[in-house]
């Protein structure tokens, strides 16, 4: 079983920044497919961006390609969501899910993800 646990979310104004990280309790994410997820009250989980297992490939959705970095640094590191240029539509709950995963496969959808984290809030004001 394989838990995640996500940090890095707060409060920040519009055009600010924020970086979460997604950390594995007991085991490295090398073998992993990554992606970050995003809920809003009264909508649909929503795929914000992904990367393979090797880091070679990432996805994004389009309303945070520019704004948004997703990274991995090494097999023992949290991969993390880089947020710039923060807007008051970004504020949700975002989820960090994993899948056990070969080469440059980007998984879009939440189906996908055997593993998922407890959500941090993130809120941005206008």
């Known amino acids: 079983q394989v838990q995640l646990v996500e940090s890095g979310g707060g409060l920040v104004q519009a055009g600010g920044s924020l970086r979460l990280s997604c950390a594995a309790s007991?085991?490295?994410?090398?073998?992993?497919?990554m992606g970050w997820f995003r809920q809003a009250p009264g909508k649909e989980r929503e795929f914000v961006a992904a990367?393979?297992?090797?880091?070679?490939?990432?996805d994004y959705a389009d309303s945070v390609k520019g704004r948004f970095t997703i990274s991995r640094d090494g097999a023992n590191n949290p991969v993390y969501l880089q947020m710039n240029s923060l807007k008051p539509e970004d504020t949700a709950v975002y989820y960090c899910?994993?899948?056990?995963?070969?080469?440059?496969?980007?998984?879009?959808?939440?189906?996908?993800?055997?593993?998922w984290g407890q959500g941090t809030q993130v809120t941005v004001s206008s």
């Open positions: 899910a994993g899948v056990r995963s070969i080469g440059y496969y980007v998984p879009p959808r939440p189906r996908e993800y055997d593993y």
């Open positions: 007991g085991r490295t994410l090398s073998s992993y497919a």
């Open positions: 990367i393979s297992s090797n880091g070679g490939s990432t």
